[in-house]
């Protein structure tokens, strides 16, 4: 294998190769491989994010890091049907991550849950058929991201337009990537296999009525940062195949972030102010070495809680991030055990294990 395509791999896959290379020289060689792919990814998003911000707007930062993250993701994940229709239904996706955070600011709370779970809906079914490839997460974090983090007037205007040269550059790379994948399933093919016996549309539903009342119960309430709480409840509900035991990842959220943020402030009072620039940039490179979903919850808290502290300062930041992590987390480990139970007892069947 070349060393380029090393650097392809996911670092549960190469830690895997680390584990049975016979050979320290191998060894090293992995290692190498994994550091460099994890410098040169938050190199990229460095670059990648700051132009974007620097041409549409600081506070259109948001949208420039999920058009990263959208980029990251579609160069090895397709929507499982032909490039064509895969162009325009990332096209309805780009538009959702557009408009939605904005529409709710204004729409009458009454309207936040079924808009929510409309929009959510929509864009995890046009997006993610194989939720084991990472989409559901990428897109959800993108949307519960974008929506605690809305913009109006001449921001959303260059929003837009940062969406636009987002889609360009993905729709780019998803037609050079998997233009020879698919050609023969159509999207319509997929709107007509829908099936809520069958795991993965279980799953959408569950995740897009999960998020719909985790976001709603936020912002009527108005739950500072929502959005941690967005994200922690996305994460437990994300966890594919679909299953009605969402206990170990509730532990391990909690955890994950009470070590994070723990070490995050630990470093942000000891290291002189001069070096908390480079802190979010140390849990990004720290992330590119994780696969124990524990330690990839800690390191994520890095890059938050940088953004967090020069809002509400260390202090509060780090309790705001435990807090609305344990929140998150709790309503979707009961909101998780609920839909199972209700889902049983209105259809009364054993989901099926086929796409």
Request: charged fraction near 10%; include cysteine.
């Amino acid at each position: 294998m070349k060393f380029y395509d090393t650097l392809q791999l996911d670092p549960s896959i190469i830690k895997q190769k680390i584990t049975v290379s016979e050979t320290k020289r191998e060894k090293l060689y992995y290692w190498n491989a994994m550091f460099l792919r994890s410098v040169l990814i938050v190199t990229f998003a460095i670059v990648f994010i700051s132009l974007l911000s620097g041409i549409f707007g600081a506070d259109n930062t948001p949208m420039a890091v999920a058009v990263f993250c959208i980029l990251l993701g579609i160069r090895f994940v397709n929507f499982e049907y032909c490039v064509g229709d895969s162009l325009i239904t990332l096209a309805v996706a780009m538009l959702i991550l557009l408009l939605a955070p904005s529409m709710v600011v204004v729409i009458p709370p009454i309207l936040l849950i079924p808009f929510h779970f409309i929009s959510f809906f929509v864009l995890l079914f046009i997006t993610t058929q194989r939720p084991e490839m990472g989409n559901g997460g990428l897109y959800s974090f993108a949307y519960i991201y974008l929506t605690g983090n809305p913009v109006m007037g001449e921001s959303l205007i260059r929003r837009g337009l940062l969406a636009l040269a987002g889609y360009l550059i993905c729709g780019a790379i998803l037609f050079l990537k998997h233009r020879n994948y698919h050609k023969s399933i159509r999207f319509h093919h997929v709107v007509q296999k829908f099936d809520v016996s069958k795991l993965v549309h279980l799953w959408q539903l569950r995740m897009a009525l999960g998020v719909s009342l985790v976001l709603t119960m936020g912002q009527v309430f108005h739950i500072e940062r929502f959005m941690w709480m967005g994200f922690a409840c996305a994460s437990l509900l994300s966890a594919y195949p679909y299953s009605s035991c969402t206990t170990t990842r509730f532990w391990q959220r909690i955890v994950g972030a009470i070590a994070g943020s723990c070490a995050f402030f630990v470093l942000y009072v000891t290291l002189p102010a001069s070096f908390h620039p480079l802190m979010g940039p140390l849990g990004g490179l720290c992330l590119g070495f994780c696969v124990d979903y524990r330690y990839k919850t800690a390191m994520n808290c890095f890059g938050a809680l940088m953004l967090g502290a020069g809002i509400y300062g260390i202090q509060e930041a780090v309790m705001l991030r435990i807090a609305d992590t344990i929140l998150g987390v709790t309503f979707g480990l009961i909101f998780a055990l609920l839909f199972h139970k209700l889902a049983m007892l209105k259809y009364s069947f054993t989901p099926k294990t086929n796409p």
